[in-house]
Structures are given as structure tokens and as C-alpha cells.
């Protein structure tokens, strides 16, 4: 279980890396160009090459891009084009740099529901797996529940990957996004439950990084609002039950939380996660 934040890309890709280093992260989320653009901007070449040698050197691994925000596999057929586009290029730059994959959140299905954009979203990901290298994850994401979202259920994304039908489609688990739409992660018997359906839905094998974010709502809200861990409804005692349980025991963990100054992951809130690891004798 690797430990470890979104950091920022900010003055050159590997600046992502010193910057992980600085808080003592052990695996690291970036965004490889702005999250809010739909024009892609490529990493220098010498950028690429320095967060090779830099990431192996301080072994921070493994390394996930996030996608771009704008991403939407259920929207209209040109906003869906420009989503695969941009995957691609997300992907495309996670095989040079040796990162793990790409984790994207599905978007919205505008009010038509699952079943009317689960063709059209298949087919979209299934696109973008086949105009991209194969040694990269395409990484879906579960969402809160909010609006129209894609994925806030286990049964949700189950479906779109086995539509998929693709080893190389994966799962990023957001403990906030989780206990908004209404999964109680905090509490060990319904974890139980949470995990057993994930595992009959999309499978264990499928899960290869988490989101540790505290929730700033209530259970079953619906709502996408990251606090601080311990700050928040699941709390220190949620992430213990939730750190202890079989399914995520080698699972790297990474922070999207505000931070104590609303400037992201932090080193106070990365050491919190550590102090709950050690206490529970987990090795990295």
C-alpha cells in the first residue's frame, strides 16, 4: 500500500516528482496538461526524459495521469470525438514516461440515462484502447451521483467494462465519491458489502488505485465536496476501517484533498495516512 498525493506538473513534468519527494510521497497523480482545455500541450522531450530518471531514482511509482475534466463519453458525438482524442494523447503520453495509466470520469449521460450511452461510451473507450499504446491502463473512476453522472454505482461501471471487453480497462475507487452516493465505507460491515458487490460487479483484480479524500457531506448526498482526511464524515476511524480491509491492502492510495490553505495535497494530510498505516502494521 504506496502512499501519496496529486501533485502539481507546474514548470516542466518532472518539477512533479521534486515536488513529491518534498512531501514524502511514495506514488503521485498529474495532470499532464491543463484539466480545463481541450487542446492538448505534449510535455518537452527533455521533461519526459527527466521524470524517467528522476521518478526511478526516488521510486516514486507508480505514477496515473488524470484526465482532462471536459471529458464526456455520454455526451454528443462531437463532444465524445474530442473526448477520445484527448484520452488518447493523455495516453499516449503515460507509455512514454512509464506512468500506469490514465483515470478518467465518464461524464454525463444529459437526463437519457445509462442504457442510452452505454453503446456510444463503449464504443468510445474501446477507441481510445486501440489508438493508444498497450502497455497503458485506461482507468475509469467512480463518480458521486451527482446530476446525470456515469459510474456512480458498481453495477454502472461493471457494465461499461464488460462492454469494453478489455484487460487493460481499470478501476480508480474515490472514497468520497463512494460515501456520496451512498456506499458507507467508514463502517466494516457495509464496507463488506460495498467491496463483495464490487468484486461480483466489476471484479477486485480490476481496482488498481484509490482516491483517499474525507467527504465534507453526508452519506448518500449525492454531492462531490473533498475535505481533509479526518476532517470530514468518514474520518480517521473510517480511513482505519477502510486501510484494514483485504481489498486494498496493496492498493496505492492517492490524496485529492483541498489541504489546509485550499492549495491540494499536503504533507500534513499525506502523514495522517501514513500514521493510520503504521498503526495498522501495513507494509509498503
Known amino acids: 500500500m504506496r502512499l501519496g498525493a496529486h ?39 527533455e521533461h519526459v526524459l527527466a ?5 526511478e531514482a526516488a521510486g516514486v511509482a507508480p505514477t496515473f495521469f488524470h484526465g482532462s475534466y471536459l471529458v464526456n463519453v455520454g455526451g454528443t458525438p462531437d463532444l465524445v470525438q474530442k473526448s477520445v482524442d484527448l484520452l488518447v494523447e493523455n495516453m ?10 490514465v483515470i478518467f470520469h465518464g461524464g454525463s449521460h444529459k437526463g437519457v440515462g445509462f442504457d442510452g450511452v452505454l453503446d456510444q461510451a463503449a464504443s468510445a473507450l474501446t ?11 485506461l482507468i475509469v473512476e467512480n463518480c458521486a451521483g451527482m446530476g446525470s453522472q ?21 478501476v480508480c475507487l474515490d472514497t468520497e465519491h463512494c460515501f456520496a452516493a451512498g456506499y458507507n465505507i467508514a463502517d466494516p460491515k ?17 481496482l488498481v488505485a484509490v482516491h483517499a479524500n474525507d467527504a465534507k457531506v453526508e452519506l448518500g448526498s449525492g454531492v462531490d465536496r473533498h475535505e481533509n482526511i479526518g476532517d470530514g464524515h468518514i474520518g480517521i476511524a473510517g480511513f ?43 507494509a509498503i
Open 7 to 45: 501533485v502539481s506538473a507546474s514548470g516542466g513534468l518532472d518539477k512533479a516528482i521534486d515536488r513529491a519527494q518534498e512531501m514524502g510521497a511514495e506514488t503521485i497523480q498529474v495532470f499532464v496538461s491543463s484539466p480545463r482545455q481541450w487542446r492538448f500541450h505534449s510535455p518537452k522531450e
Open 51 to 55: 521524470f524517467r530518471e528522476k521518478s
Open 92 to 101: 499516449n503520453v503515460a507509455a512514454q514516461v512509464g506512468a500506469a495509466g
Open 127 to 137: 477507441e481510445v484502447l486501440e489508438r493508444s499504446p498497450n502497455d497503458a491502463w
Open 150 to 170: 456515469i459510474g456512480a454505482s458498481f453495477g454502472e461501471i461493471g457494465r461499461l467494462i464488460q462492454a469494453v471487453g478489455s484487460p487493460r480497462m481499470k
Open 190 to 206: 457495509a464496507l463488506d458489502d460495498a467491496m463483495d458487490e464490487f468484486d461480483r460487479e466489476i471484479g477486485l483484480d480490476r
Open 240 to 282: 482505519e476501517v477502510l486501510m484494514s480491509h483485504p481489498a486494498f491492502r496493496d492498493v496505492p492510495f492517492v490524496l485529492e484533498v483541498p489541504g489546509p490553505d485550499k492549495k491540494g495535497p499536503d504533507k500534513e494530510n499525506l502523514d495522517r495516512l501514513k500514521a493510520i498505516r503504521a498503526r495498522l502494521g501495513i
